[in-house]
């Protein structure tokens, strides 16, 4: 099922007026890991591009990364977090099973006049988080929103298989969506279109199958190995890099631009062979794609926001750049926004 949103009807458009991202200070290097488990780090370095990811210490959590970056976002905007009217945390590792770690972010933060949810859609979380934002303030109901994709993936990895553990990373990345009156006949920066698809039939490729309803920790697990994130990498590769092409050419067909309009494609980092083969097959050239997965390994829903605030910290977009934000991960969920920054 997918569902697209063309933004030109509505009386605002929602720009990206703060932007922000926080990552922990521990660092796992690809040596660190061949203490663990059988493995190289020419293996990981070449199979998946990732050299080193940072990691949580035991105190550290979800809501504080997000809480990080959310500040950064918020400094960036210029806004006081009471002036913040809704706070999304996309994300696969909460806080706690409830409440929201929305909620602990708004109290963090001490945004007193928003409404605040979790999302959960694994890596396209934050796209989708974009996308419902979008809607609310081109609606005019909202003036503004906090988008979060926050991740503390290392503590449902499993440190004992090698084919998934090396993948992974904590971070959070934040925007602040803020809506501007729509002027007739001008081109104006904003979220242009916001795609979004699921396919739940193959809900067994990614996924991390206690704390929940069907297999609650209160009571013994069939497989202990259920409380740790199982992926089948190999299964879904080809598959990733299918739909994050098809998407691309739909957010370029849609909004009538071609590839030479668009300044960056930043990609969730889910493999770095991936993103390039998908570059590859849609003739991007190599500056108009953005990797950092060497630094952060795959940080699910936190991957789109750390990129895309890295990509714009060091200049490599301007404002009224056109940047495709593109995501593809467990559920299956996929999905893209295109933005002119
Ligand atoms: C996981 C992934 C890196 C594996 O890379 P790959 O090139 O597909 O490698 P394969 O799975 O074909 O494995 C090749 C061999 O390396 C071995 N291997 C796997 N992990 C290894 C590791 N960390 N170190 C050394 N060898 C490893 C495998 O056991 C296999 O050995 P075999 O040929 O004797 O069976 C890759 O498939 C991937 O990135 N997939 C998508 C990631 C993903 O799902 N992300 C989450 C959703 S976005």
Known sequence: MNKSIESHHSDFIAVIAGHGSYAPAGILTNDDFTKMVETSDEWIKTRTGIERRHVCGKDESTAQLATEA??????????????????????????????????????????????????????????????????????????????????????IANYKDRTSCILFGDGAGAVVLEGRPRKKDEVQSGVIYSTM??????????NCQAYGSRNPVSRPLDDPKKIYMEIKGREVYQQAVRRIVETVMECLEKCNLTLDDIKMVVSHQMNARIIESAAKRLEIPDDKIFININEYGNTSAASVPLAFDQVIREGKIKRGDIVILVAFGAGLTWGANVIRF
């Open 70 to 155: 959310a500040k950064k976002a918020l400094a960036t905007a210029g806004l006081k977090p009471e002036q913040i009217e809704l706070i999304i945390v996309a994300t696969i590792t909460p806080e706690m099973v409830f409440p929201s770690t929305a909620c602990f972010v708004q109290k963090n933060l001490g945004a007193t006049n928003a409404w605040a949810f979790d999302l959960m859609a694994a890596c396209s979380g934050f796209i989708y988080g974009i996308s419902i934002a979008q809607q609310f303030i081109e609606s005019g109901r909202l003036k503004n929103a906090l988008v979060i994709g926050a991740e503390t993936l290392t503590k």
């Open 197 to 206: 698809y699921a396919d739940g039939s193959s809900w067994e490729a990614l």
